[in-house]
Each structure stands twice: as C-alpha cells, then as structure tokens.
C-alpha cells in the first residue's frame, strides 16, 4: 500500500565451515543463482534484486546427507535444509558436482523483521516493553521460560506474531540467532 514503509530484504545463506572463504562466496553464488531460477518471477525476489542486494552469509556447520536411525539428517547444514522445508520458507540449495554433490550452500531472503532486533523485538523484551516493566521486574520476566511467558502472555504473544509478519518470520529470526559468519 502506499504511505507503507518498505521492509528491507537481505538473503541468507548458510555454507559448510570447512571450505575456503573464498569457495563459501561461490558456493553461496550458485544457491543464489538456484534461488533466481525457482523463484525469478516472484515479488519478493523481484523487489530483493531491485531495492536491496544485500547478502549475508553465515556458518551452517557440516554437511553429511546421512541420516540416524531416526531419520535425522547427520550434516547440520542439512539440518536447516530439512526445517526450511517443514516451515514452508522458499528457500534453494546448491550441491558441488566437483565435491560429490555435496551440499554446498542453501539460501532464502527475509525481511528486518527477522534481523533487526533494534526495532523489532524478542518477545521477552516486548513484554517487558509493553508492560513498561521496571528493572526487577523485568528480570523476573526474563527468568521465566520461554514456553511459560507465551502461556501466560499469551494475547500479547499473538500480536507480537502480528508484528513479526507471522510464525515463519518467528522461525527464521530463531534459525539465524548467534549464527557466525561464515
């Protein structure tokens, strides 16, 4: 709508520890690359391409297509694969022929709603916010666990959700907190 402030994109990827820098950045160019064919149509990647550009990459750990007997993928890389895919984020993945296929880099884009702590806040400190908590006070909230604030604030949840753009954009900002970059 017009008068609405454009949210500000970035695109994340996340790569394997144990490749160069350098390789990280190739490997990150050809997810985005994957990520222009799937998606080169839609808005988001459109608006992305045109107004922001800007990418971050981060430390995804291992990469191991093995799974445990309980079906859990080995490589952590592949982990965030398997909860993008369960969480509905478009997301496009890479996997070096020159190294097996290996899964090499994944990515997605988010908005500030996802990094920008500043003027979005965890929920712990929108209850505190919200409630104009003082400091004692607001320690106490901020021992409590995370499942029993959303219980007890549970109205205050919904709309901070609201406020987020909704649970994906929850999952996203909890996958990319205290991640390195790569």
Request: hydrophobic share 40%; glycine share 6%; proline share 3%.
């Amino acid at each position: 709508m017009e008068g609405e402030k454009q949210l500000e994109l970035r695109m994340y990827f996340f790569v394997p520890y144990n490749i160069s820098p350098i390789q990280q950045a190739i490997q990150a160019g050809h997810a985005a690359l994957e990520f222009g064919a799937k998606y080169g149509t839609a808005g988001f990647f459109q608006e992305f391409v045109k107004d922001w550009k800007t990418w971050i990459i981060l430390n995804g750990g291992t990469t191991n297509e093995k799974r445990d007997l309980d079906g859990i993928a080995l490589g952590t890389l592949d982990q965030i694969g398997d909860s993008l895919l369960e969480n509905e984020i478009p997301f496009s993945y890479f996997k070096e022929p020159d190294l097996n296929d290996t899964l090499t880099a994944l990515c997605f884009i988010c908005d500030e709603r996802v990094w920008d702590r500043e003027n979005y806040p965890d929920f712990v400190d929108y209850v505190c916010d919200v409630n104009n908590l003082n400091v004692q006070d607001s320690i106490a909230v901020r021992v409590n666990p995370y499942e029993e604030l959303i219980k007890e604030y549970s109205i205050l949840y919904k709309e901070w959700v609201a406020m987020m753009g909704g649970e994906k954009n929850i999952f996203l900002r909890d996958l990319i907190r205290d991640k390195r970059l790569a």
